[in-house]
C-alpha cells in the first residue's frame, strides 16, 4: 500500500497569503492518478486537481498542482475565506487507494 | 447533474452489520469509464477508501477491511451498496459514496451518511 504524507498538518495564514501544501508518497505514484480534496466542515471533499496538475471542473485558477514521483504540492496562490478548510491528497492508481492524513488551512 | 445520495441505517449494534445504499441518479450507472466506491471518515479523523465497484459487479475492498466488506451493484435500480460486517465501535464514522472518473479521482460525492456503532 502507498503512504501518503502530508505536511504541515496546519498552516495558519491570513486572507491574501501564498499556501503551500506537501503531499509525499512512500513510493513512486504516478502524476496521472494524483488528486486533491478540499473538505469544510460537515461537508463531503470536494475534487480540486487530478492528474497533479489539471484544476477540476469550476475551480478556481488560484488552485494549482504540481510535482511528480514522489513528491507532489499544492499551491493556493491568493488565499480567500472561503479557501479555509482541510486539504486531502490522494492516490488513485494501485488499489487500495490512499488518502494523505490531511492539511487544515486555517484563518491566522 | 449527476447526484449520489447515500441511505441505510444510522445506528448499528456492536457485531452487527452495516448496510448502505448509494442511488445514482442524472446518469446511469452502467459505465465503463466509471467505479462506484465507499470512503468513509471517523469523527475528526482523515479519509479510509474502503472499495469499489464495477458496474460489471467487479469489485476490490481495501485489506484492511476485506473479509468484513462485500460492495455489489445492482444495475435496474442505478444503485450500489455497502455491506459491512462485524461491526465495532471504530467503524463508527460518515460514509460517503462515489464515482470515480479514471484519470480524475473521485469527481462526485454523496453528501455522506453518519453511522454510529453503539448499543
Known amino acids: 500500500e502507498i503512504v501518503l504524507t502530508q505536511s504541515p498538518g496546519t498552516l495558519s495564514l491570513s486572507p491574501g497569503e501564498r499556501a503551500t501544501l506537501s503531499c509525499r508518497a512512500s513510493?513512486?505514484?504516478?502524476?496521472?492518478?494524483l488528486g486533491w480534496y478540499q473538505q469544510k466542515p460537515g461537508r463531503a471533499p470536494r475534487l480540486l486537481i487530478y492528474?497533479?496538475?489539471s484544476r477540476a471542473t469550476g475551480i478556481p485558477d488560484r488552485f494549482s498542482g504540481s510535482g511528480s514521483g514522489t513528491d507532489f504540492t499544492l499551491t493556493i496562490s491568493r488565499l480567500e475565506p472561503e479557501d479555509f478548510g482541510v486539504y486531502f491528497c490522494?492516490?488513485?492508481?494501485?488499489?487500495?487507494?490512499?488518502f494523505g492524513q490531511g492539511t487544515k488551512v486555517e484563518i491566522k | 447533474q449527476l447526484q449520489l445520495q447515500e441511505s441505510g441505517s444510522g445506528l448499528v449494534k456492536p457485531s452487527q452489520t452495516l448496510s448502505l445504499t448509494c442511488t445514482v441518479s442524472?446518469?446511469?450507472?452502467?459505465?465503463?469509464?466509471?467505479?462506484w466506491s465507499w470512503i468513509r471518515q471517523a469523527p475528526g479523523k482523515g479519509l479510509e477508501w474502503i472499495g469499489y465497484?464495477?458496474?460489471?459487479?467487479?469489485?476490490y475492498s481495501n485489506p484492511s477491511l476485506q473479509s468484513r466488506v462485500t460492495i455489489s451493484v445492482d444495475r435496474s435500480k442505478n444503485q450500489f451498496s455497502l455491506r459491512l460486517t462485524s461491526v465495532t465501535a471504530a467503524d463508527t464514522a460518515v460514509y460517503y459514496c462515489?464515482?470515480?472518473?479514471?484519470?480524475?479521482?473521485?469527481?462526485?460525492w454523496g453528501q455522506g451518511a453518519l453511522v454510529t456503532v453503539s448499543s
Open positions: 462515489t464515482r470515480e472518473t479514471e484519470f480524475w479521482g473521485n469527481d462526485y
Open positions: 442524472g446518469g446511469s450507472i452502467s459505465s465503463r469509464e466509471h467505479s
Open positions: 465497484v464495477y458496474y460489471s459487479g467487479s469489485t
Open positions: 513510493q513512486t505514484v504516478s502524476s496521472t492518478f
Open positions: 492528474g497533479a496538475s
Open positions: 490522494q492516490q488513485y492508481g494501485p488499489s487500495p487507494r490512499t
